[in-house]
């Protein structure tokens, strides 16, 4: 399998996050991409690949324009605006309650009010080679999905920042451009008319739901702790199946806690079966290895060789598929389990 990988990633590289109202080392850091790549490039199943550069219409085929041109400059621009600092998160965030009865809110010029309009959370720090580490993140979908297009069965790209929590004009969970809503849209732009973005990251995908919501030709399928308990919170539930035109092509399945191996299987079983109904011409992959058993900030169960069965699962589907590396948090098993899932589909079902 091809894999593409950039070491732009590294850009991004924050010292701290602000979660649980600590201050405390990032979970998303350099070395996750790292030993990725040192698994894959241990075994001669796997060929890397030097992403090349996309710009960015891609990128606002699929997110607000104001979003790109904010990222590009807004580390700088707080520099010489507000103070100087390593990480740059937001003060305030907006929320259209606060001018409820008023004309419809602008984003505002400045950068600090900015940081609140286009970023969610707390702990998506922007630091001064995020930009282009996000940029370099997509342009390594963009390369993995190219591949696709040509005639590759799949192939892997080792997104570094993530990006399915990034919707269509905010910012966080980790992630600042959305690589698989933006591998998905190019894969309908080459002639795929319908794609599926399946969804198997611990967290809930708020973002590509978010941007596929209301269309009928992009299925999106998720596989993820349940909300009541599991970070975004707010989105993920069963009853989100879709709107207008894309009513039904939304399809959640929350998951308990402990849910092992079997369980698992068992789901995403179904949830393949859901995606054989559709009929799409492409898959996309958002691989989150966050579901193993000692994720540090996930609940779930499953082990190495259990992401080998299910990357089987999923390559029965006989789809061309483009796979953009998610989350998954416990480092020294990172790479070990994103091989084994990998493995799994390469052999496309023998296990």
């Known amino acids: 399998m091809r894999v593409v990988y950039s070491p732009l990633h590294a850009m991004h590289d924050p010292s701290v996050e602000l979660e649980s109202s600590a201050a405390h080392s990032p979970r998303e850091n350099v070395r996750r991409a790292e030993i990725i790549r040192e698994a894959l490039a241990a075994d001669p199943a796997f060929s890397f690949v030097t992403p090349r550069e996309f710009g960015t219409a891609p990128i606002t085929a699929v997110h607000d324009a104001g979003l790109v041109t904010f990222l590009e400059s807004a580390w700088e621009r707080y520099q010489r605006e507000v103070a100087v600092a390593r990480e740059v998160v937001p003060d305030i965030f907006y929320r259209p309650s606060m001018r409820r009865d008023h004309p419809r809110a602008q984003p505002p010029e400045a950068v600090n009010p900015g940081l609140g309009w286009w970023c969610f959370e707390t702990t998506t720090p922007l630091t001064q080679g995020t930009y282009t580490a996000a940029r370099a993140a ?185 796979i953009v590396q998610e989350g998954g948090y416990d480092v020294d098993a990172l790479g070990r389990n994103v091989h084994s899932w990998l493995s799994g589909f390469a052999l496309g079902g023998d296990l």
């Open 138 to 322: 997509v342009d390594a979908a963009l390369t993995a999905t190219d591949l696709v297009i040509a005639g590759e069965r799949a192939a892997y790209a080792i997104c570094r920042p993530p990006g399915h929590h990034a919707t269509s004009s905010l910012y966080g969970g980790y992630c600042f451009f959305n690589n698989a809503a933006i591998a998905a849209r190019t894969l309908q732009a080459s002639g795929m008319g319908k794609v599926t973005v399946l969804d198997v990251d611990y967290h809930h995908g708020n973002g590509t739901q978010e941007i596929f919501y209301d269309s009928p030709d992009v299925q999106y399928v998720s596989l993820h702790g349940d909300p009541a308990r599991a970070y975004p919170y707010y989105t993920g539930f069963a009853d989100e199946t879709g709107s207008g035109a894309g009513r039904g092509t939304t399809l959640n399945v929350p998951l308990a806690a402990r849910t092992d191996d079997d369980a698992y299987l068992g789901s995403l079983e179904r949830a393949c079966a859901e995606i054989a109904a559709f009929a799409p011409d492409a898959l996309v992959v958002s691989l989150g290895l966050d579901t193993f058993v000692t994720d540090p900030i996930a609940d779930l169960a499953l082990t190495t060789d259990g992401f080998a069965a299910c990357g089987a699962v999923v390559a029965r589907l006989g789809l061309p598929t483009v």
